[in-house]
């Protein structure tokens, strides 16, 4: 929904030298924000987007900015200390506030709303009540609610006062005009594929281009240079969208304890269209569903159940990639010679966590480091989170098992009902065969990241990874994910 707008101005041009004094990858509110911050200081800046700004997660998020993030703050107690905590808050803090004025200094459409974490039923009552817990003793305001005044189940909620949401599309265009207005560039349809490690770093583009750069800050949803194995580190997390109008949206912003968790939150109407009710959820780790259509359906039936009259005008998903314990990594890269920054493991939680992790990169280039920040950055993996992390490895493990075994006793063959794909052996590699609006085509079923057997979303119509999240068109281009480069076409059609 939030791409319906008009489109963003033309690509820039690179500089006739190629030489920046700082490169950023992605155009999404992390790269944005931080090229503003450094292009406000004076230095010469380029963003590289593969796509569109605003083609990635902040995108496609329900566009919502709090402090109260579902069950976040109990989770980062259970792994980490206090002060890490508290440092957490404070980026948090930090980030809001810096967003929130830029809007306003740009006249960008905010609305003040109740954040609202809620318990659907008595036995999700113990982690509201955490959460409550863990939130009051960290310094927000939240107060207990027993009833709320919305027509789908809840037994009981924790609410804070006065946070805020907007469409995210209207801020990252106000970055983005703001960024070139103070002397940087936004390269769209440039996908980066390798960054020098030794020396003044060299940013190597999908046409051959060698950019120049003093810094690099990798803004993507998960680095796409391997050095470091942040891929291992965070697991990645595709969850839906739905929008619908004819119903009266609640007057906050919801957000559900629930395996499968529900966020509602409301659109205002314009002079075009009434107010709309954005139902999102039913996530679940890229490519380890049976049916990822079948997690959209849940959402429909949901809110065909509680909200009488609704009528769907958009549906989309969204990825975005958990750490271990609940906190972002943000800083520089292993064998970048102190010179590549990352940011990665926001956990749909990237309006805040993402400006800043911005206000923490552009800090450390410019000399001006945050004091939450160090306490972020020199956080050790306590016992419970190397757990954590052992138990995403195996889960890798187990799902690339399985997705070869599925794919090894099935034969190669074009599926024959359209929307389709299906993957199966023929000769020694895997072949994922789809059927699109009566094209058929055919492609090498191994991700160019790691080589894990894709499965077919049935959803999105895309071949998915179910070790580490790359995604690849039906054609086997790349969508997002650590993977930078296509998958291998086979031009011979499987038999039917």
């Known amino acids: 929904m939030w791409q319906d707008h008009p489109e963003t101005p033309s690509p820039d041009p690179f500089p006739d030298d190629d030489r920046f004094d700082d490169v950023v990858v992605g155009a999404g509110i992390t790269g944005l924000t931080v090229g503003l911050m450094l292009a406000r200081a004076g230095r010469r800046v380029g963003v590289v987007e593969a796509r569109r700004v605003g083609s990635g997660t902040t995108g496609r998020t329900t566009g919502k900015l709090s402090l109260l993030q579902g069950t976040r703050l109990s989770q980062i107690l259970s792994a980490q200390s206090r002060g890490v905590a508290e440092a957490y808050v404070e980026a948090n803090r930090e980030g809001m506030a810096w967003l929130l004025g830029f809007c306003a200094e740009h006249d960008v459409p905010v609305q003040t709303r109740d954040a609202v974490t809620y318990a659907s039923a008595d036995d999700e009552l113990t982690s509201v009540r955490e959460e409550h817990e863990a939130a009051g003793s960290l310094g927000l305001d939240v107060r207990w609610a027993d009833d709320l005044d919305v ?34 560039t936004v390269h769209e349809g440039h996908r980066v594929m390798g960054v020098s490690g030794r020396g003044t770093p060299e940013i190597t583009l999908d046409d051959g281009r060698v950019l120049r750069a003093e810094n690099v800050v990798l803004a993507t949803g998960v680095p796409t240079l ?8 965070v697991e990645p997390k595709r969850s839906y969208i739905l929008a619908f109008e004819g119903v009266e949206p609640p007057p906050a912003m919801y957000i559900s304890v629930a395996s499968s968790s529900r966020s509602i939150r409301g659109v205002p109407g314009d002079a075009t269209t009434g ?55 943000v800083g520089t890269l292993p064998r970048g010679g102190g010179h590549i920054y990352l940011a990665t493991g926001y956990d749909k939680w990237g309006l805040t966590n993402g400006v800043a992790a911005a206000r923490a990169i552009a800090g450390q280039i410019l000399g001006s480091t945050p004091s939450w920040a160090k306490v972020l950055g ?60 009566g094209r058929t085509c055919s492609v090498v079923a191994l991700c160019t990241h790691l080589g894990g057997t894709l499965r077919w979303n049935d959803a999105e119509k895309s071949w998915d990874c179910p070790l580490h999240g790359s995604r690849f068109s039906a054609d086997g281009e790349v969508l997002e994910g650590p993977a930078t480069k296509a998958l291998l076409k086979r031009d011979a059609s499987p038999e039917a």
């Open 151 to 184: 027509p789908f189940p809840h037994v009981g909620s924790t609410v804070l006062a006065d946070q805020a949401q907007f469409d995210p599309m209207d801020v990252l265009g106000a970055l983005a005009t703001q960024l070139r207005g103070h002397g940087g």
């Open 226 to 233: 391997d050095r470091g194995l942040y891929f291992a580190k």
């Open 275 to 329: 107010p709309r009710l954005l139902v999102g959820g039913a996530g679940h780790v890229v490519g380890r569903t049976e049916s990822e259509l079948s997690r959209v359906h849940e959402l429909r039936e949901w809110t065909a159940r509680h909200f009488d009259g609704a009528v769907e005008t958009h549906a989309w998903s969204a990825q975005d990639y958990a750490s271990h314990d609940g906190i972002p990594f």
């Open 378 to 437: 020199r956080r050790i993996t306590r016992p419970r989170g190397a757990a954590r992390i052992a138990s995403l490895n195996v889960g890798v493990g187990l799902a690339a098992t399985r997705s070869l075994v599925r794919a090894e006793f099935a034969t190669a063959h074009t599926p024959t009902a359209d929307g389709a794909g299906a993957v199966g052996r023929d000769g020694v590699l895997p072949v994922g065969t789809s059927n699109l609006e």
